[in-house]
């Protein structure tokens, strides 16, 4: 079992940045792909970004060239950098770690409590 815990949202104008952190309190060789999703108001959770253990990453296609999920192993870390935000972007960011093991045949999730952006003038 793996413990999230996201930092970095807050409040930022159109056109600004922000940089998300996910921290975990282990690294797991259980663990295949780490991912960004989010929640807006009236809006189911979506994908916003992957990694794989191998560095092969997956981008919704709304925040193509805006965002980018990198991973630093030696701090048990992922981050999401979020250039050129519009308002459209306001959710709840949720991290999720997604674990399969291959001898058990067993597949699970494990999920952030979720960090809130809010892009306003």
């Known amino acids: 079992q793996v413990h999230l815990v996201e930092s970095g949202g807050g409040l930022v104008q159109p056109g600004g940045s922000l940089r998300l952190s996910c921290v975990a309190s282990?690294?797991?060789?259980?663990?295949?792909?780490m991912g960004w999703y989010r929640q807006g108001p009236g809006n189911q959770r979506e994908l916003v970004a992957r990694?794989?253990?191998?560095?092969?990453?997956t981008y919704a296609d709304s925040v193509k060239g805006r965002f980018t999920i990198s991973r630093d192993s030696a701090k048990n870390t992922v981050y999401l950098q979020m250039n050129s935000l519009k308002p459209e972007d306001t959710a709840v960011y949720y991290c999720?770690?997604?674990?399969?093991?291959?001898?058990?045949?067993?597949?699970?999730?494990?999920w952030g409590q979720g960090t809130q952006v809010t892009v306003s003038s």
């Open positions: 999720g770690a997604h674990h399969a093991d291959l001898r058990t045949e067993r597949a699970w999730d494990s």
């Open positions: 282990e690294t797991t060789f259980s663990i295949y792909a």
């Open positions: 990694i794989n253990t191998g560095g092969t990453t």
